[in-house]
């Protein structure tokens, strides 16, 4: 449950944004099916309240929380690649001694939809944040 005055940070999964939105109203029904809780949110730049559940958005009460979930996803994705790419390497080349390295560094980029990632071996990696929400 959220409270009421409470930021929340939604990851908009089709703009690929970080939306901070605050919760303004509460609203608890209850039936004999049980109880409905839903929460009416300001979103910036958008008059009037939106009911949080109609957002296509994973929400988050801290914004540590979503940057972890993004790296976590960012790593993923490399993981994902780096696996495909040996794959590929194994089955072209019959190359099986593959060294993969588990230290990697990441900054975000100026255009605010990607990342760059360092990995201990200094190979750098763009990675767009657009293909990590999903």
């Known amino acids: 449950m959220y409270d009421v005055g409470q930021v929340l940070y939604a990851v908009l999964t089709k703009k690929q944004k970080i939306v901070p939105v605050r919760v303004c109203e509460q609203i608890i029904r209850k039936s004999l099916d049980g109880e409905d809780v839903q929460y009416l949110i300001a979103v910036p730049g958008h008059?009037?309240?939106v009911n949080l559940d109609s957002l296509q958005a994973?929400?988050?009460?801290?914004?540590?929380?979503?940057?972890?979930?993004?790296?976590?996803?960012?790593?993923?994705?490399?993981d994902e690649m780096v696996d495909e790419a040996v794959n590929v390497a194994r089955i072209?080349?019959?190359?099986?001694?593959?060294h993969t390295s588990q230290s990697i560094?990441?900054?975000?980029?100026?255009?605010?939809?990607?990342?760059?990632?360092?990995?201990?071996?200094?190979?750098v990696a763009n990675v767009s944040i657009n293909n990590l929400i999903k």
């Open 47 to 49: 008059d009037g309240y």
């Open 58 to 78: 994973d929400v988050f009460t801290n914004i540590s929380e979503v940057k972890e979930v993004l790296k976590k996803r960012v790593v993923s994705l490399i």
């Open 92 to 98: 072209n080349f019959g190359q099986d001694d593959v």
């Open 105 to 123: 560094e990441m900054t975000p980029k100026s255009d605010e939809n990607s990342v760059s990632v360092v990995l201990e071996n200094g190979t």
